[in-house]
Every structure is written in structure tokens, then in C-alpha cells.
């Protein structure tokens, strides 16, 4: 493997707000610490969360966004190898340096939880999976620098191996969009079908993704066909339903259609009741990726008894919905929410990748247009992921 170079480009967030704005820029290389390794990222995908940051909701965040990277080890820190010994005896997938560390160019992902401290409530909750919630937020973008860029620099203990023998056949455009989009969806339906979820979920019954054609939306879909269940895809407009059809939906309902809203009067819950078999109880679960209140108060109704809400997708801070104690006394209703997944989600949700269950709609763009791609993002404008070779830049 080549000496990495002395500075990388990266598409540097200019000014937060709507809309934001970005250059391309070219910074100095870092240097990897003692306990850090450098990884040459070759593609990075858009996720949207990182429109939300760069909108400013999500607070102050770093120069450099994104969370869906992927790429491979250029240099390990002094104490790397010694203190982490599957590293330095890792074979290589790409290098034919025989001289060099066999780690080099050990193929990893780069996602929105960048590290974990080991040791607070959420982190030593190990029965919750809980270091995707580590209380010192060491995430994407806003702890460190993110994925729109050729360099980045990762804590070896956080390390997201990307094993070749398990994923050397699928390419860095299908792996990437599963490191957040992807392992979002798949968590929040592993979790409902989990013990830790309370295991209320099980394969043939219906649930509803509400928010269907959007980056996670359309996973959940997807997952949710590929682990058994019958889904009801739920979104805005006539145009979004073939999509989500095409991702494995049985059924879907437009919020602005005729359908959703002469159905007895009760609007967008009873046309996803009305869809539910015989009795049309109602669905076992809803997965609300869309980040609109409104959404959240039409999934609570589509709820058969018993049923789950999963909150996925994060409205701003004034949208709040309500519920009444009589949901969840008089209908056993529950609510949970879910957040990315752990490494380990990431390789399991991968598998279904690898095994052609589930394939991520993908669209190939450039760094440089940055502004315009979070623009068709927000606006709903882009049917699968943006993807963005960061070796064209
Ligand atoms: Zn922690
Ligand atoms: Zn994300």
C-alpha cells in the first residue's frame, strides 16, 4: 500500500441552515494517536440525519458530517498492534505489500456511533445493546469529523470490521447505506421481535411503516418483508407507492388520498385497519421513520390491541403527540423507540444484503454537488440512497 497522502478533500459544512452550505476543501492529513487508526474512505452515503445537522436541529456539529462510510485501515497508531492483536494479524484483503502490517487495508465501516466509553449506565447495560446510547455521544459529525471525506480517524476498540469472507462480495455502494439507513430499520424490527423487546412480534403478523419511501422507511420495508412480516407502507403522495411496493409492501396507503380520508371518517388509521385481514384490528407494530408529530398521532390508532409503537424517525422539538392512559390500561399498547444498532446488528443486517434479501436502492453522486443532494433528500425527492465514490473527488 501506497504512503498516504499529506492532505485529503473533504466537503466542508460552511454555514448551518436551511439551506446549508459546503466546499470542498483540502485539509492536512491527521495523524492517527496512540490508539487510533486512520481509515482511506472510498464511499460515503447521505443519510438524514446529516441534513438535520447540517440544518442545524440536531445543535452545533463538526466541519465534516456523515455516518454511512466505508473504507479501509491506511496506518494504525503506535500502541494499535500491540494492544489489539487481531489487528496486526488480520489478513489483508487488497494489500500486496507483504512488508506491511497485515492490518493495512483491512476493509471497515465508519457509522454514526464512532465510539464507546465501556463504562456509563447506558454503555454497561449490555442487555439493551446500550453503547449505541453512550452518554458522551461520540457520534458522527459531532464528536469527531465525519464520512464526507477521504480520511478519517477511528479509536481501535471501536473498529467496524467489514470481514472479507463473510462480505467480499458485496460493494462498498450496497454496504454503506446499511450502516445507518439500514441497521436503523433492522433494530427496530429485530428489538420488537426480541426478548428485550418484549418478543411481541412474530413473523406473519402485520405491521405499518409510516414514512415508507424515506432512507430508513424503505429498509423497514425491506427487512421487515425479508424476517416474515406483512407490511403496510405508509407515506405521502401517490408516487411513493410503487416504490414501496417494490421494496416488498403488501399494501399501501397515501395520507393524501381519497382513501385515507373518507375511510369511516377516522382518516389514515382506519384505511390501515381496514387492511388488516377479517377482523382489521389493526396492526401489531408501527415503525414510524417519518419526523413528523403527525405521523406519530396516526400510528398510535392504527394499533391493534396489544400493539407497538416503535419511534424511529425524530420531528423537531415542538412535535409532540398525544396519548391517553386509557391506550395503554384499557388496549395494552406499549411504546418504544429505537436507535442505530451496534456493530453486530451491522453484520447481521448485512447478511441479508450478502444474501440478495434485501438490496438498497442506491443513486450515484458527487461530493461537490453536497447542496443540492440534502436539498432532493428533505424535499423527498430521492427514491433509494445517494451514494458518492470518494475516490472521484
Ligand atoms: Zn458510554
Ligand atoms: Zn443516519
Redesign the pocket.
Known sequence: MSEPAKTYKAAVLTAQGTPPTFTIQSLPLPQPGPHEVLVRLRLTSL????CSQAAGHLGATRPVLG??GVGEIAALGSHVAALFTSLSSFPSSSSTDTSAPLALGQRVGV??TRDACGTCAYCTTLHHDGETRCVRRPHSGQACDGTFAQYTLVPARYLLRIPADRFGAVPDELVAPVL??GV?AYKALKTLGSAAGGGQLSPGQWIAVSGASG??GAFAVAFGRAMGYRVIAVDAGRDKGEYALQEGAEHYVDITGDEANQQDGGGVASAVKALTGVDKLGVAAVIVCAGAAAAYQSAVEMLAPFGTLMCVGIPPPEGVFSLHPLQFIGGGVRVMGSS?GTRRDTLEALEFVSRGLVTPAVQWAELKDMERLMDHVVAGKVRGKYVINLDKV
Open positions: 443519510c438524514g440525519t446529516d455516518h454511512e457509522a454514526w445507518c439507513g436503523t432512507g430508513v442505530v
